[in-house]
């Protein structure tokens, strides 16, 4: 693996088939600064391209998934300056990855902590977890995601009363409003991540990127056009070697054995 600063990678699980990205740069509470986004990138691009990986676990340290861009780094920021580099424009990379990436949150996950959490595609909790979209403190707005998918995640209500006000909310209160999925003692939740991305990666890679494709549509789309998305994909399962084995030992009542075809 390449050499990165700001991030430490590993494959992990019993059949080494996880992907793990540890945000690492505790100091500065894992602030998102943009060589660490650099090696996010890459990393992600390639353990998306590594046939080993089922899937990628995105996580921080249990004082901070990511308390968001960095301040420091961005305070001379100019509007100018931001249009022509294109500020934050490569975290969107994040959403070109075919295979399952899952945030496993302990302690803070704020502005674009929370955003790069959303960026995934489901989000695990511990138990001292804080959400929150705090840019309105420093006079600025999240920008990267947090205004349009906070309130796919949560409703209009509440993602308003999160931006507006700045306020942090907890796991369990994130996990209520469905912004996580489940919440696990500090201390178990990066076993239990890992253990979910183990039970994916049991399943055929390419019918896993293909039922991901589709419910992405969902938030993508009119409801008419993802259910035809939907079909299309689902008839095309039935053009894979992986659909017909999985059918083929049901009905032999024995495990499948996918090929990834
Ligand atoms: N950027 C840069 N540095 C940060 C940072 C950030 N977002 N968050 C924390 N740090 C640094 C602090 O400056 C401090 O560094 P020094 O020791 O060098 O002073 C170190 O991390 C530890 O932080 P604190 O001393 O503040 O720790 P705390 O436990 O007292 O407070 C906290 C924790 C409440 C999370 C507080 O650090 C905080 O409010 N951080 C900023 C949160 C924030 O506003 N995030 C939104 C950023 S804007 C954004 O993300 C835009 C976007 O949409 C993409």
Known sequence: APAYENIKVDVVGAKKNVALIQLNRPKALNALCGPLFVELGQAVRDFDADDSVAAIVITGNEKAFAAGADIKEMQNNTYSGNHKKGFLKDWEDISNCGKPIIAAVNGFALGGGCELAMLCDIIYAGEKAKFGQPEI??????????????????????????????NFIDAAEAERMGLVSRVFPVDKLLEETIKLAERIGTHSPLIVKMAKAAVNQAYETTLKSGLLFEKSYFYGTFATADRQEGMSAFVEKRPPNFKNE
């Not at 707005?141 to 006000?165: D, F, H, N």
């Open 137 to 166: 403190n420093i006079g600025t707005i999240p920008g990267a995601g947090g205004t349009q998918r906070l309130p796919r995640y949560v409703g209009k209500s509440k993602a308003m009363e999160i931006v507006l006000t700045g």
